[in-house]
């Protein structure tokens, strides 16, 4: 999968070093990986859900760290692109807030 975009991630490890081992360990995953569906990706990361967002749209939601950092992802199978489009933290998560801005 092409991973899109590295900067998202930057920027949040700019704010939270203590996740660059559990984002750097996804980013060479998902990059590696050739995901079909949400069953191929459950296979290395069981607990990744689909979430519906105000946009109408479905977004990936990966639990990173431990269940301390999620990451929220369009996955477009077809064109093997993962689109990061959020990091939260566990608190920031938990607000649901997020997914009125997606």
Request: charged share 25%; glycine share 2%; proline share 0%.
């Given at each position: 999968?092409?991973?899109v975009t590295w900067k998202r991630i930057r920027d949040f490890l700019s704010r939270h070093p203590r996740a660059a081992e559990p984002l750097k360990n996804?980013?060479?995953v998902a990059r590696g990986a050739v995901w079909?569906?949400?069953?191929?990706v459950r296979r290395v990361y069981p607990h990744a859900?689909?979430?519906?967002?105000?946009?109408?749209?479905?977004?990936?939601?990966?639990?990173i760290g431990g269940n301390k950092y999620?990451?929220?992802?369009?996955?477009?199978?077809?064109?093997q692109r993962v689109y990061v489009l959020r990091i939260l933290t566990?608190?920031?998560?938990?607000?649901?807030?997020?997914?009125?801005?997606?």
């Open positions: 999968m092409r991973v996804w980013y060479q079909e569906n949400l069953q191929d859900d689909l979430v519906a967002v105000a946009s109408g749209n479905v977004v990936t939601v990966f639990n999620r990451l929220i992802a369009a996955i477009h199978y077809n064109r566990h608190a920031e998560y938990d607000k649901d807030r997020w997914k009125d801005s997606l």
